[in-house]
């Protein structure tokens, strides 16, 4: 949750640059139009006090009129004329004496209607004259169509090089009449110099800052997107990296709180990629992340997300509706990432976190957990083995951790304080009944947990290694038993210890066993060591090795329950062993199986062959033991004779083998 506000805070996702361009254009462009708007403000006032100019000259011809009469306005060739109150024309002076414009067009200027000496004036248009508004306070006459088409050059300028824009002024006069008069609108060419200067100076500014201000944006953003790509791009596949998972599932999950979707993080990872890397190169097993990445990449859809963590992981967020839809999914990607590559056949296998509850998504649920409880479950493969598959995070799955961290924590007390017993399971001689040996199967005692059977905590020693220690402590206890019986005189039978394969990475496990053995005053002939079958697997030569030694020493060494794994034929022809165990699995329910039977019969001869003994497990049924005596097999270790059973047990058998033969139904075991 913490990550997830941390990630928050820096807020950083790639930014498009298009966007912001436009952006930009469109504020300078309205900074541009309020420039132009300025600039007409400015010429509006310049024409506005051009305009008081013609207001006045108006006046003075209307006094010159009313103190000299109209002939001296005809000599001045003044566009003027004068209306009656009835409307008719009663003088008129100059060459246009009526031209302005339809009377219904004209627009009244509040600055002209009342003028400064408190009289009425009125501007017209001077014929289909257009008017636009120059200044916030009113309109100012123009006749574009004079200015722009220019087609009478005279009428639009004179010799001061003024632009002429004509305009019609009209007052009326104390005996009732309007006096109508032609003015000019002279725009200088230092107008136009004013103009132009404060035009280009503002456009040059724009220009100046606008490409300024882009320039710096947009190389913001370019950093921006530099800085996201490094924090979110996966250094090896050059895909999204665990952080940007992080991120955008955070938003998806959001974004599709109230969809009626499901969503499941998954933990898939290529099994054993660091062997592809050791056999190949680290460049060849980075191709062929990436090459992985996007094969799952074309499998999701929009609203589903994969990433590359941490070495092979892909840390995945997928949407779904029913759990079986989603496994069949997963099947098929797996599949074909296996085929990735012609030449090699991978394996993938996959965890799954579901993310059901709409309501935990809607509150930031926490993607790092989920991803941490798929993995979880994904791991729970791998302890078993490397091959592909799919693994769920439930309930069952977390209560198996708890237990694990139980035993995990518990196993060294249970050592020191003595709680791990053996238990004796007798093998008798199916042809004679006798006792002719025993396997030393371990068992749990623990005040907390009570009662534990080895296939509660044995393969959780093989994982965390505490497995080399049981073995060492089973070796001492049965090796300081057998000493015992045998300074009571007892007639001892060999007794077979397991050791993990977990051990065979020790060069000098033969020399630990016969240590410990020796320690007990233990004689070795009186000990047997029970290695897996696929223990078999690991480095063969070391193994011979070991085994060699240990028959040098005297131990006899057996393989446990053959048959129940992968043919280990291979490894009977290549290893030195003393005594093979058939496995369980061949009478388990198959008593009537002829198939189990034959390849049982084969197994017994083959041994014999390589000078062998046999040695048959979980056998519980009459027929099977009769089976078994008449085939040759030398011993039988099933619920038949006898179950695992504790020393104290044992040892009365020991004393009492001589009426060995009898099926023994003496169930000391609490299992
Ligand atoms: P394993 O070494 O193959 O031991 C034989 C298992 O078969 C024992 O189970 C035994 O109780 C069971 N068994 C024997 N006869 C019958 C039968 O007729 N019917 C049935 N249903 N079961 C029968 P257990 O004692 O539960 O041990 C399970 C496995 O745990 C052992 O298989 C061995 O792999 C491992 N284990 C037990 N003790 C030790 C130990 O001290 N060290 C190591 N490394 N592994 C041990
Ligand atoms: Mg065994
Ligand atoms: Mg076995």
Known sequence: MKKDKRLDAVRLRSRHIVGPIIGNIIVVLTVAALLVTAILAIFGYICYFKTDVAVDNFENV????????????????????????????????????????????????????????????????????????????????????????????????????????????????????????????????????????????????????????????????????????????????????????????????????????????????????????????????????????????????????????????????????????????????????????????????????????????????????????????????????????????????????????????????????????????????????????????????????????????????ENNGFITEIDHYMLEHVSRDQKKWLDEGLDLVPISVNVSRAHFVEIDLAEQIRDIVAGAGCPFKYIEIELTESAFFDDKKALTRTISKLQEYGFTVSMDDFGSGYSSLNSLKDLPLNVLKLDAGFFRDSSEDDRAKIVVSEAIKLAKHLHMKTVAEGVELKDQVDFLADEGCDMIQGYYYAKPMPGQDFEERMRSSSDSGEAADTETDKE
């Open 62 to 461: 209307i006094r010159v009129y009313e103190t000299d009469g109209p002939s001296i306005l005809s000599g001045w060739g003044i566009d003027s004329y004068i209306e009656d109150a009835d409307g008719n024309v009663i003088f008129s002076s100059g060459t246009d004496t009526s031209d302005h414009g339809n009377p219904v067009t004209l627009m009244l200027i509040d600055e002209f209607v009342k003028h400064s000496d408190g009289k009425q004036y009125t501007a017209y248009p001077d014929s289909e004259g257009t008017l636009i508004r120059l200044m916030p306070s009113g309109y100012i006459l123009f006749d574009f169509s004079e200015i722009i088409g220019i087609d009478d050059p005279d009428s639009i300028s004179n010799d001061r090089g003024e632009l002429l824009m004509p305009f019609w002024l009209s007052r009326k006069l104390d005996d009732g009449s309007v006096f109508y008069m032609k003015s000019n609108l002279g725009i200088t060419m230092t107008d136009i110099v004013l103009l132009t200067a404060v035009t280009g100076i503002s456009g040059f500014i724009i220009l100046f800052a606008s490409i300024i201000i882009h320039a710096g944006f947009i190389s913001k953003i370019i950093r921006e997107n530099k800085l996201v790509k490094l924090l979110f791009e996966d250094p090896v596949s050059h895909n999204h990296n665990w952080l940007w998972f992080l991120s955008k599932g955070k938003k998806l999950l959001k974004k599709r709180s109230n969809a009626d979707v499901k969503f499941a993080v998954v933990s898939l990872t290529f099994v054993r990629y660091r062997n592809f890397v050791l056999c190949h190169s680290l460049e060849e097993g980075e191709i062929m992340l990436g090459k992985v990445y996007d094969q799952i990449a074309t499998h999701l859809s929009r609203n589903e997300i994969v990433s590359h963590s941490t070495s092979s992981n892909f840390p995945m967020l997928m949407e779904y509706s029913e759990r079986e839809a989603l496994q069949k999914r997963l099947e098929d990607i797996i599949c074909e990432l296996e085929g990735i590559d012609q030449d090699h056949k991978f394996s993938f296998q996959a965890g799954v976190s579901f993310i059901s509850d709409h309501f935990a998504r809607n509150k930031d649920s926490d993607l790092d957990e989920e991803y941490n409880n798929a993995s979880a479950a994904r791991m729970t493969l791998s302890q078993k083995n490397d091959e592909s598959g799919i693994a769920f995070f439930d309930s069952e799955l977390v209560e198996h951790q708890k237990w694990i961290d139980k035993v995990n924590e518990l196993q060294q007390k249970a050592v020191d304080n003595e709680e791990f017993q053996v238990y004796y399971q007798p093998k008798y001689d199916p042809r004679t009944d006798e006792l002719r040996g025993a396997e030393a199967l371990i068992r749990w005692q623990s005040p907390e947990l009570g009662f534990v059977p080895p296939g509660q905590f044995i393969d959780i020693f």
